[in-house]
């Protein structure tokens, strides 16, 4: 199990432990040549990270602790700006680019919340896949079947991979079809996707401007609340979690299992029958409305469109320097016409408040966050038919939450030692706080599974 942002900060008040020494074992297991941290990270800062450790335990000594964060090494993904550095995304297309003048606005509220950044962690490039595979810097691999090799999930590929190696104690990731939920299933970890205008994208590169959200990936629920908090600016404590029997849950009834394998349907529906166990109501549900996404995102949807938008210069100047496979899936973009981009824009609304009114009743909507385990890295390079059919099912559930504008976590629902499969509990937006607590509550009713 790994520790969680509570127990570590009971050790450095009791002072089991110190910020300098959490540190030093994050950088030594990021230096480690046998492990996964040249892959994971595209960054390190070894003599930064260390400076802040220990002004963080000089701090603690003088009885000043900034946050229940302070002295926590934490990760965070490549596309978030840092002051004097080019932020690269991944890529290499923006080697050279003009230095950030600023750190983004959710990285300076860790740094001022007492986080010690160690690192910048690799990810698709440009976020856009959700496998976690990089031709520039290599692709670290889930902490699953290593001799295999299984991809971490995309795009915060390296986010998953440093907090599962305990090369981070958290991370921070984004999300804008499932970046942070993905990765979070495939390295047995929780993870959050808040309603995106909670946390200011400011600093952060974009992928697709009306999804693009910013989320935790860590060890418990309990941590993505609290990394969640400081990330928003919304100093408050989650509330206690309910009891499970108070709960309502809706499953739907088409979509989410469609092309689900043997062992994340087992798990799944073993959770379910858990939730039921201790009391909650769960109820399968007609949901047309995710049959119709497919079709209103059939010419490449938001993500498409704005990443043309962004992209469309640089794939003019330097499409050599890109991945092929994901210059393809931006390329899309350029054939959709203005008045296509306005019938998604009006689409939207209509299609939330119908989702939103079908879960009126509900606590959260329940499905695998994934609806298969994770396919091996190699099968993936070798094949661009592999790949697309890959990203396209693994992407399906989590970007049915990023078009309802709502909020998600993932947490792991699979039996000890077997591959992981996450569970998503997800909700409309600004629902935030309550999903956080739902969270909890089947946190702790699903644990232990024992094997």
Not at 153 to 174: E, K, L, N
Not at 193 to 210: D, I, M, N, Y
Not at 353 to 364: F, G, I, N
Request: overall charge negative.
């Amino acid at each position: 199990m790994l520790p969680t942002l509570i127990e570590l900060q009971e050790s450095l008040v009791r002072g089991e432990t110190s910020s300098l020494s959490l540190t030093q074992a994050a950088l030594t297991r990021i230096d480690d040549a046998a492990g996964e941290g040249a892959r994971a990270f595209t960054k390190v800062y070894h003599d930064r990270a260390l400076a802040a450790a220990q002004a963080s335990d000089i701090l603690r000594a003088a009885g000043l602790t900034r946050s229940p964060i302070e002295g926590l090494p934490i990760s965070i993904k490549d596309l978030f700006d840092i002051e004097g550095e080019a932020t690269l995304a991944g890529s290499t297309v923006l080697k050279g680019e003009e230095p950030a003048a600023r750190n983004a606005t959710a990285i300076q509220r860790l740094i001022n919340a007492g986080a010690i950044v160690v690192g910048k962690t690799n990810m698709t490039e440009f976020a856009f896949s959700g496998l976690g595979l990089n031709p520039h810097y290599g692709t670290p691999s889930s902490p699953w079947d290593r001799a295999t090799g299984r991809i971490p999930g995309g795009s915060s590929s390296g986010a998953g991979v440093s907090v599962a190696d305990r090369m981070s104690v958290a991370a921070i990731g984004t999300d804008t079809g499932g970046s942070v939920r993905i990765p979070s299933a495939f390295c047995g970890l929780a993870g959050f996707k808040p309603t995106a205008r909670r946390v200011p994208t400011q600093g952060a590169l974009p992928l697709a401007f009306s999804l693009d959200s910013i989320g935790p990936l860590a060890a418990s629920v309990a941590c993505c609340a609290t990394l969640d908090a400081i990330l928003s600016g919304q100093a408050r404590e989650t509330g206690e979690a309910p009891r499970p029997a108070r709960l309502r849950f809706a499953v739907p009834a088409s979509v989410v299992l469609d092309g689900a394998d043997d062992h994340v349907l087992a798990a799944f529906q073993h959770t379910l029958q858990e939730i039921r166990r201790v009391g909650a109501q769960v109820d399968i549900v007609d949901f047309p409305e995710f049959q119709q996404l497919a079709h209103i995102n059939r010419l490449g949807g938001f993500v498409c469109a704005e990443a043309w938008a962004w992209h469309k210069d640089l794939l003019r100047d330097r499409a050599a320097h890109y991945d092929p496979r994901v210059a393809s899936r931006i390329a899309r973009g350029k054939d959709m016409s203005a008045a296509d981009y306005i019938d998604l824009v009006q689409a939207r609304p209509e299609w939330i408040a119908s989702v939103e009114a079908r879960l009126r009743h509900y606590d959260a909507l329940l499905m695998p966050t994934v609806p298969i385990i994770a396919p091996s890295i190699q099968e993936l390079l070798e094949s661009d038919e592999a790949y697309f059919k890959a990203n396209a099912l693994i992407l399906r559930n989590p970007t049915l939450i990023n078009f309802l504008d709502g909020c998600a976590l993932s947490i792991p629902c699979h039996r000890d030692g077997a591959a992981p499969v996450g569970l998503m509990i997800a909700g409309p937006a600004m629902r935030d706080d309550h999903i956080l607590r739902v969270g909890m509550a089947l946190e702790s009713a699903l644990r232990p599974m024992p094997a």
